[in-house]
């Protein structure tokens, strides 16, 4: 059972669409992070959320959007994406010693 | 500032064969060291950490000891099995998570 959902799992869209990744936990943590990963490649930190407040923001374009409407809800709104941003995009949950990942978001823009 | 160097995949194994994933680190201080491992579709699962030197992490036959001496945190195990196939990562935690480049592991019957 995972207790990081992620939706959608799959997600195509044109780079004029706005669209909005989501994720839930229940976990009881007070931390939500957003990780973007590329093909063959370690992921990368984006956001991190602190007791629903942006505490971390590793200079992600604008296009990318984080919101936090609660301790449950982590939310990443896109808009006029670009190709190169297709990745699977991972939400994770927890503190530095031990994160949980959900099974993320593979987007693809064309 | 806090890195992860990782050994070079892909590697391909025999079933029961002994694996050893190397990982060393550049970091002031004593940060956490972890091992996650990725399965084909999915997210990242934490396999073991260790917070302190000298600790072992250990967890499904997996075992990783934080050597301050040599920086390292390597993985080991003593018989893989198929099911093992997946991409390990090594990462190094302090105020975030630094990875690793990640390693590709096959096992084959």
């Known amino acids: 059972d995972t207790e990081v959902t992620q939706t959608p799992k799959h997600l195509v869209m044109g780079m004029t669409n706005k669209k909005s990744l989501k994720c839930e936990q229940h976990?009881?943590?007070?931390?939500m992070y957003w990780y973007k990963q590329k093909a063959k490649k370690p992921p990368e930190l984006m956001f991190v959320?602190?007791?629903?407040?942006?505490?971390i923001n590793e200079s992600v374009p604008s296009r990318f959007s984080p919101e936090c409407p609660n301790s449950s809800l982590l939310n990443l709104h896109l808009h006029a994406l670009q190709p190169e941003d297709s990745a699977l995009y991972l939400c994770a949950t927890g503190h530095i010693d031990e994160q949980f990942f959900g099974p993320g978001t593979r987007l693809t823009v064309l | 500032g806090d890195s992860v160097t990782q050994m070079e995949g892909p590697v391909t194994l025999s079933e029961e064969a002994f694996l050893t994933i190397n990982c060393t680190y550049t970091?002031?201080?004593?940060?956490?060291l972890f091992w996650y491992v990725q399965y084909p579709g999915e997210g990242l699962q934490l396999l073991l950490k260790?917070?302190?030197?000298?600790d072992k992490g250990s967890n499904k036959g997996f075992e990783a000891t934080y050597r301050k001496e040599t920086t390292s945190f390597h993985l080991e195990k003593g018989s893989v099995q198929v099911s093992d196939s997946a991409v390990y990562f090594c990462?190094?935690?302090?105020?975030?998570?630094?990875f690793g480049t990640g390693t590709r592991l096959t096992i084959i019957p």
């Open positions: 260790a917070t302190k030197a000298d």
């Open positions: 959320y602190s007791y629903e407040k942006l505490s």
């Open positions: 976990m009881g943590h007070r931390a």
């Open positions: 990462a190094l935690g302090r105020e975030k998570l630094t």
């Open positions: 970091a002031t201080g004593y940060p956490s």
